[in-house]
């Protein structure tokens, strides 16, 4: 059993016997303790199943979680693994309030969008990056930084790369009508969305057999 001690408090994991002591102390020292204590790799997969339960994750976020997950995968850009489990972090603490100021201020968005466009054909890394914009479209404060950049061409470039893979389709889509949800954004994403309608109502017609991504769909295209 692999466990991770976070603040005193231990969760048990189908691991191995190693462990990863993680509190506010040494949080920042999270890339390098984490490779001598068992890998990045495998501390960003359990903080991924973490995360998943509210508790857990008001903890991470409050001890300096989202802050090392990002150093993370800076530091292992090129692991697309890593990158996939990080969106998955970051698409959970993003979900909770109380974590909103915090993927804000250290900028979640920009390590996303860099892990999608260093791994374009990797599937997963698009999948879990797509579900990660998604949630922090839905902060007032995320989705101006969303209005910049690049964010709309990798979001379409994902699309692209894996038009067949359906919950790629679907989490692109739902980014893209919760970009719709205020005026700000709608402004800047719907003469995007305009520019790429051919190709986003082929992907429609593609999955008309998916009934959550033609829900996302037709708060693009209601009619």
């Known amino acids: 059993m692999w466990s991770i001690a976070l603040c005193g408090q231990t969760w048990g994991l189908p691991r191995n016997n190693r462990s990863i002591e993680w509190n506010s ?3 920042r020292d999270y890339g390098t303790f984490s490779v ?43 692991d697309a693994n890593l990158q ?13 309030p109380d974590n909103f100021r915090l993927v804000v201020q250290e900028r979640a968005d920009l390590a996303v969008i860099g892990g999608m466009k260093l791994h374009e054909q990797v599937c997963a890394v698009q999948k879990k990056g797509c579900l990660a914009l998604s949630s922090l479209a839905a902060i007032d404060e995320c989705r101006a930084f969303l209005c910049e950049g690049e964010t709309m061409q990798v979001v379409i470039t994902a699309m692209q ?34 520019k790429h ?11 008309s057999d998916n009934a959550d991504l033609q829900k996302y769909c037709c708060k693009i295209f209601p009619s």
């Open 161 to 194: 790369c894996h038009d067949k893979d359906a919950q790629v389709q679907k989490y692109a889509f739902k980014f893209l009508g919760t970009m719709l949800t205020s005026s700000d954004s709608k402004k800047v994403y719907k003469s995007a969305i305009a």
């Open 197 to 207: 309608e051919s190709a986003l109502r082929q992907a429609m017609k593609l999955h």
């Open 25 to 27: 102390r040494h949080y």
């Open 84 to 96: 996939s489990s990080g969106c998955g972090v970051l698409w959970n603490l993003s979900m909770l």
């Open 36 to 78: 001598r204590c068992c890998s990045t790799k495998g501390a960003c997969e359990a903080l991924l199943n973490l995360s998943i339960d509210k508790a857990n994750n008001a903890t991470i976020g409050k001890e300096g979680g989202i802050s090392a997950i990002l150093e993370s995968m800076e530091y292992h850009c090129k």
